[in-house]
Each structure stands twice: as structure tokens, then as C-alpha cells.
């Protein structure tokens, strides 16, 4: 019954009273109308009985994963599997159930035998994380407008949607060992068996590190050793408590802080550092910027209430050479300065505190009583509304660190 629409039912009803009243007035006329009143939602069921089995579809992103507030196009293909029979009055919906879009519709019509039709659309999501695409949702009308036939084809695809980032120039933060070309990075020679130099040829070496001289006086075939680098750390921590934050969607500050946190770490990676990046709670895995990104996409906020957690974890975080510990907070208490001033007195490396304005401060007093503490103790504080404003608190070239704050 649910296949009929109102008119459908209507009709099934007017048709049953008019075969009713017929059979008990005895009037052949009014029970023959009644017959074919009642027939014509019937033979429009069966008209259209299996149609929407003979449907199939695919489904595609591209690209499959995007930056928030950007653009991704879904394609879709809709084919009538049938060598004989067509579909008619076809008309499809697809399902964008975390999406503020309204699910298109397209009126697709007759699907001829093995035709196929293409649609596509596009959106827009505004907030990272992970978004569901589909399934699609057909239904198929006769011409009369008694009977529909739905059914859902398909499944979901997912779409991952990253944190925006903002390039950063590449002295950022200027005022430090960085900007002045200073480097801790060095080659080690080493010594003991694993580090002689030349050593005989491995399966796989580079044959352009064959040392010939070495290989003639051997008599066969010796490379030179690989050089080991002792790269850069950092850490970066991203403070994604719930109850540190303020606002809704995109224009939260947590998705601010985010934001700025990824473009930090790309920013990172960028300079060749080994970098740690942790929340509150956990660390992030990563490796490569897209990992981090994708990791950053899907990293839920938390309910902790004080940061204690996540400044223990960047404590044990190794920072050395050109490295940077940088924090990326909402508001804080004070035993959140607290555990933040020990931090910068554990870590002797170049410590930049970026303060989201638009946080759950109590006041712009406590903001700013935040950021004269965080200076005291040794932390570069920089303030942001967005990630954008990143690029518009670079110090003059080498400014000092302790006491700055823009």
C-alpha cells in the first residue's frame, strides 16, 4: 500500500465504495465503473512492478579530499540494467546527511534500455572532518500519479575534508637561531664496525656510491657508508578542549586553532623537522603533511578539562636543533599557566604560545593576563583570530623572545 500516493488511494477507495454501492443497489453500470476505478492504480502498479530493480549506479568524489570550504564534485551514473524494458518518470535524490547542503534532485525522466545517464553535482563543506556521500535515493512515478516505487541504491562514499592552512614564510617565527642561518643539523663519521668506511656492496646500495678505488684493491665491490643526519625536532601542541573553545562550525575558535596548528606543522615538515604533534589527550599520528592533515580531519574534541595531559606529553617530546615547542591554545586557568611555564623551563629551544582571541576567555582581561604570564616564562605569544593571522605576527628580524608579544 505504501507504493500508492494519494491519488492512488483515492482512487482505490472511490472505486471500492462505488463496486459496493452497486453490488447492494443492484446497478451493473455503477459496479462496472467501479472496476475500472479500482483498476487504474492496480494496472499502474503493474505496470511499473520491478523498475526500480532494474536500476543500478556508481558513484565518485573528486578530488576525494578537500579542504574545508572548498569545492568537491560528486558524479553520478545511473544505468537501466534492463535489454528491453525502460524505466519512466525516474527521478533521483542523493543523501547528504552531515552536510548543510540541500540533497539534490534531478528529474531524470525515461531511462531508455541499457541507457545511462550522468549527473553530477557539487559542495561545499564548511568544517573538517569525515562526510558521508550518498546512498542514492530513486523513485519512479506512472504517468497518472498513483503509484511510486522507491528504493535506495548503493552505499555511501566518504569524503574527507582537511583543515584550510595558510603558507607560512619560511623564517617564521623570525627572531630566532633559524633566521640567522644557525643550525644544529651536522654528519656524523661515526666509528665501531656498522659506520667503517668504505664497506663491501649490499643488494639494493646505489651504484653511484661504488668507491672504485676501494673495489680494485678489495676485488670486489665497496660503497661508501651512508652519512647519518641528525635532524631537527619539534613539537606542537593543540589544545582541543571542548570547554576551552568558543562558537559554532567554521567560525569556532577550535577550528581556528586547528587550523593554525596544521599550517604550523606543514610549516614544519616544510624545514625537514622531525615533529611530534599532540591534542590535549593523545598524540596525533602522522608522518608526511597530508597524514597530518588527514589525522587532523578526523581528531575529535575532547571533554578534558585542564591541559595537564597534553603538556606532559610535549615535556617528554624531544626538541632539538632548529626545532620549535609551539602551543596552539584556548583559554586557559591557572594551573594550565602553571604546567605552561614549567614547559618553557623544561624546554630550552625556541617555545612559541599562540592564543585564539575568540577562545571561551572570561574576559579580554584574562587573555591578556594569560599572555603577559606565558611571556614572562620565556613563550613567544602570538594572538589570532584566524589562521590567516599567522602571517601578519612575524617579529622584526632578530627580535628577542623573551617578554614579545603581538
Known sequence: MRAFTFRGLSLLCAGAALLAAGLIIGQRDVVGLGVLVVAVPLLSLAALAGSPRRLTHTRALQPERVPAGSDARVLIRVANTSPSRGVA?????????????????????????????????????????????????????????????????????????????VALPRAWPMGGAA?????????????????????AYRHGDDLRRVHWRSTARAGELMVRREEHRLGDHSAVLLDMRHGAHAGEGADSSLEAAVSAAASIALHLIGRRQELRLLTDEREVPGGGGERVLDALALTPSSRAARLGRGIDLAAGSPVAGTGLCVAVLGALADTDLAALARLGSAHSHRRVAVLCTAAAWPSPGDLDAAAAALSRTGWLVYRIDTADDLLDTALPARAGWGGATR
Open 89 to 165: 518518470g525516474l527521478t533521483a535524490e542523493d543523501t547528504l546527511p552531515n552536510l548543510p547542503d540541500d540533497a539534490p534532485r534531478f528529474d531524470v525522466g525515461l531511462l531508455r534500455p541499457r541507457e545511462v545517464r550522468d549527473l553530477s553535482y557539487r559542495i561545499r563543506p564548511p568544517v573538517r572532518g569525515g562526510y558521508p556521500v550518498g546512498p542514492l535515493r530513486v523513485a519512479v512515478d506512472d504517468p497518472l500519479g498513483c503509484v511510486r516505487l522507491r528504493r535506495t541504491l548503493g552505499t555511501h562514499v566518504p569524503l574527507l575534508v582537511t583543515p584550510p592552512v
Open 179 to 199: 633566521d640567522a642561518g644557525e643550525s644544529s643539523t651536522r654528519f656524523v663519521t661515526g666509528v665501531g664496525e656498522d659506520d667503517q668506511v668504505p664497506r
